[in-house]
């Protein structure tokens, strides 16, 4: 299947999976994940209804940053398999109508990449260029360290040359040079040689970074946003459908700015929502979500928010105030080992301690926000975390397949694995694990299931429509609508720990209904005066507004 031959907002509508190879399933028992594993576990997103595969870096690396210190990246990382492997698990998903994005990391290489090999063996070197070189490390000293935690400085000494060079994440992960054009072609023709083995789209790493300017602070530059527009040109002329996704963690302006005008990212990481989910839960006030939509909404309509509440980073607070992080710490990391960087090394289970109504509603909630929903992987069977492993490894454990050994992850001795499992009660493999949540009707992995096949019914709606945010009496409950020709949602999150009462204004639909959307069961009509709700702790409603006669339940 071509992702060409299908609808062209297809992203708009779907919902993404994020998973690294290494952590989802092992077939050959060295207790590592790879692609053939990958293959045999493919029903799996079917099962479990989402329709994209968002691959981690799977390229020739040292690893020292999970795969994103990329040496080669024409090769598959042998641990993985091999090229073969990785185009039989491309086409096997996409013969079961999967699509599938790749990582692509073009900000930086690893020190053992070929290119950063040959350009640090002489100041010569015809590949000097590619990277970026100084006599001090006094350049670009309004740039921030990202990695505060383990780097320094952005430049590091490189004693062959007596030279600094210049990174933004770890010092073994050399900055690419874009003001170098043999290095910008070389990097679309990594993009071409994926494309051209049918991948969907790329998930584009650190893309505020790839410029330096002296007078700024090196991170969204114009000349950034030029090469961007340049590899959509190139993308949409020689790949059509291909799709771009950008990590870029800024604030709600800049990362907005990278959808162009619908003519650079397809779709951006919704950094700004993120951590205000956490902090209108923490609150029970949803303010910071409606006044961050309020300042993410507006992009080209060929453009889609990647909207998540984990991934394989720490939860980052970065873009958000010194006051709403030290909140965040107060409430979600209260054991320094939680912590790293600017972030929490926590996943999603462990952080609302696998409260099961929370757990329901923040789901609910990413899969009814504009924008496509992307679920990492092991938070639909509320997988927990080790926090006792260095760096974000405690978040990249392996995949909990079963009760038995290794979680059925692996065959291999449990010491060899390349990554303990989590056992700590009760995000252990023993509870926490598919087989046994696919058998237990009233599990978090069945009810997102269900979730998911609603969400699938009104994906029109919610993948293409427009967001509105009725009037209430209650900040508490976060209220808004989903609206798209004749079909409007209408969506209640009580974000309180207690229960609620609320009225919501809705005076352009009196007279009609609301239809609960899982049950289609009909409420009272709405009237004239506002309409009155209660509920429960931390719940939710979806609900369809029309009239009893329009039997229609979906768009
Ligand atoms: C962002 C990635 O998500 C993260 O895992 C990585 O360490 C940095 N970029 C550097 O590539």
């Not at 020689?238 to 990212?265: C, H, M, S």
């Not at 939680?338 to 509603?361: A, F, K, Y």
């Not at 809705?506 to 009272?524: H, M």
């Amino acid at each position: 299947m071509n992702s060409s031959d299908h609808d062209p907002l297809w992203y708009k509508k779907a919902i993404f999976y994020e998973t690294p190879v290494k952590s989802f399933f092992d077939s050959n028992g060295d207790g590592i994940g790879d692609f053939r594993g990958m293959m045999e576990k493919l029903e799996y997103f079917t099962f479990l209804g989402v329709d994209c595969i968002w691959l981690l870096p799977f390229y020739e690396s040292p690893m020292k940053d999970g795969g994103y210190d990329v040496s080669d990246y024409y090769s598959i990382h042998p641990d993985y398999g091999t090229l073969e492997d990785f185009k039989e698990f491309l086409e096997k998903a996409h013969s079961l109508g999967l699509k599938v994005i790749i990582d692509l990391v073009l900000n930086h290489v690893s020190d053992q990449h070929e290119w950063f090999r040959e350009a640090r063996s002489s100041r010569d070197s015809p590949k000097r260029d590619w990277f970026v070189w100084s006599d001090t490390d006094e350049k670009y000293r309004n740039a921030r360290i990202i990695f505060i935690d383990t780097e320094k400085s952005n430049w590091t000494w490189d004693e062959g040359t007596g030279q600094f060079y210049w990174h933004r994440f770890y010092s073994h992960q050399p900055d690419l040079n874009y003001e170098n054009p043999e290095l910008r072609e070389a990097v679309k023709d990594v993009v071409r040689f994926w494309a051209g083995l049918g991948v969907d789209g790329f998930r584009c790493d650190a893309v505020p970074y790839l410029f330096e300017d002296e007078e700024t602070n090196c991170e969204n530059l114009p000349e950034t946003h030029l090469y961007f527009k340049e590899l959509r040109k190139m993308v949409d002329d020689e790949f059509p459908g291909i799709v771009l996704l950008a990590e870029a963690n800024q604030w709600p302006t800049d990362a907005a700015k990278y959808f162009g005008d619908g003519d650079e990212f397809h779709m951006a990481f919704n950094f700004p929502l993120m951590p205000r989910i956490f902090i209108a839960l923490a609150k029970e006030d949803s303010l910071p979500i409606v006044s961050v939509i309020a300042q993410t909404i507006g992009i080209p309509d060929n453009c889609a928010w990647g909207v998540f509440l984990r991934n394989h980073d720490e939860l980052t607070l970065e873009m958000v105030t010194d006051e709403e992080r030290d909140l965040m710490y107060q409430e979600y990391a209260k054991v320094p080992r939680m912590r790293l960087n600017l972030g929490i090394r926590r996943r999603l289970s462990t952080l609302v301690e696998q409260d099961r109504p929370t757990m329901e509603m923040l789901h609910s909630l990413i899969l009814t926000m504009p924008g496509t929903p992307i679920l990492y992987y092991g938070d639909e069977i509320g997988m927990g975390d080790n926090i006792e492993l260095g760096d974000r490894d405690g978040v990249r454990t392996p995949m909990q397949w079963t009760s038995g050994k290794n979680a059925g992850f692996s065959s291999t001795d449990p010491e060899k694995l390349y990554s303990p499992i989590v056992t700590r009660a009760p995000y252990s493999y023993e509870i926490a694990n598919v087989e046994t949540q696919s058998e237990l009707n009233t599990s978090f992995l069945n009810w997102l299931r269900k979730m998911i096949r609603t969400r699938r019914e009104y994906s029109e709606t919610i993948g293409l429509g427009t967001i509105s945010f009725p009037k209430t009496d209650n900040r508490k409950v976060l209220v808004y609508m989903r609206n798209r020709d004749d079909v409007h949602l209408l969506f209640l999150l009580n974000l309180s720990r207690e229960p609620v009462s609320l009225h919501v204004e809705l005076p352009e639909f009196e007279g009609l209904k609301p239809f609960e959307a899982r049950s289609n069961t009909p409420f009272p009509a709405i009237g004239s005066d506002p309409y009155f709700f209660t509920m429960a702790p931390r719940s939710f409603f979806w609900f369809q507004l029309r009239s009893d006669e329009n039997g229609e339940a979906s768009d």
